[in-house]
Nanobody, 119 residues
Framework: QVQLVESGGGLVQPGGSLRLSCAAS????????MGWYRQAPGKERELVAE???????KYADSVKGRFTISKENAKNTVYLQMNSLIPEDTAVYYC?????????????WGQGTQVTVSS
């Protein structure tokens, strides 16, 4: 069984920074892709950033130049560095890891972490 544990959310003033972490544990062979999504109140969940196995990245237009997705293979951890935060970034942030295990390929979600940008 795979478990994802997120951390790093919180309250920050506009212009500030936060770094989210998502650590995967359990039994799996490797990670096919990593991504961060967010869901604001009354809105649908949206892709924020994605890191594919080949190393390519994809960002939502609203966060390009401000957010950076990265990984640390030895710790099976994906990060989201968020700079120049604005109130519109307020949402619950979820990590999503597509893992390959003995059961095949599966998408796994973190529990979510609240990010609030407010003065």
């Amino acid at each position: 069984q795979v478990q994802l544990v997120e951390s790093g959310g919180g309250l920050v003033q506009p212009g500030g920074s936060l770094r989210l972490s998502c650590a995967a544990s359990g039994s799996f062979f490797d990670i096919n892709s990593m991504g961060w999504y967010r869901q604001a109140p009354g809105k649908e969940r949206e892709l924020v950033a994605e890191l594919l196995s080949g190393g390519s990245t994809k960002y939502a237009d609203s966060v390009k130049g401000r957010f950076t997705i990265s990984k640390e293979n030895a710790k099976n951890t994906v990060y989201l560095q968020m700079n120049s935060l604005i109130p519109e970034d307020t949402a619950v942030y979820y990590c999503k890891l597509v893992l390959r295990s003995g059961r095949g390929v599966s998408a796994n979600w973190g529990q979510g972490t609240q990010v609030t940008v407010s003065s």
